[in-house]
């Protein structure tokens, strides 16, 4: 492998990293100033307390975000009547990992949510498996 390939893999994943992290300085920021009203509290600067909070906005922001995604997964697949039906079991089971992974992340259900997600991905990996043993 190349350098200029491995650059091409790297470079996405380098991408993404730089705007979580000023994903998170921007909401420690916004947090930092709401709580915040006089002015001795601002020139001090932000504390690991707003840096949490940050985090916990962004926990719950990305658990919004896969459970929108996932619901718009299993909406297109249900909707997509030219696919195959592999292809819409498939954009079934991502929407339904992107609904577990959203509500794993917003905390909803307890510890039952993220065993039902462990479970999901071992039936599809043993259904991949058995399919491609049988070709």
């Given amino acids: 492998m190349s350098l200029r390939e491995l650059s091409a893999r790297i470079w996405p994943l380098v991408l993404v990293l730089a705007i979580a992290i000023a994903g998170w300085f921007l909401?420690?920021?916004?947090s930092f100033l709401a709580s915040k009203q006089d002015q001795a509290g601002v020139v001090k600067g932000p504390k690991?307390?707003?840096y949490n909070n940050a985090k916990a906005w962004a926990t719950d922001l990305l658990g919004?975000?896969?459970?929108?995604?996932?619901?718009?997964?299993?909406?297109?697949?249900?909707?997509?009547l030219s696919l195959s039906s592999t292809d819409r079991a498939q954009?079934?089971?991502?929407?339904?990992?992107?609904?577990l992974a959203g509500a794993t992340l917003l905390g909803v259900g307890g510890w039952p949510v993220p065993i039902a997600l462990a479970a999901l991905a071992t039936?599809?990996?043993?259904?991949?498996?058995?399919?491609?043993?049988?070709?």
Avoid at 27 to 30: F, M, P, Q, T
Avoid at 67 to 79: D, E, P, R, V, Y
Avoid at 91 to 99: R, T
């Fill in 27 to 30: 909401l420690a920021n916004l």
């Fill in 48 to 50: 690991i307390s707003d």
């Fill in 64 to 80: 919004l975000a896969g459970t929108f995604a996932g619901f718009l997964g299993i909406a297109a697949a249900s909707q997509r």
């Fill in 91 to 99: 954009s079934a089971e991502g929407g339904l990992i992107g609904v």
């Fill in 123 to 135: 039936g599809v990996a043993a259904a991949r498996v058995v399919r491609s043993l049988r070709e």
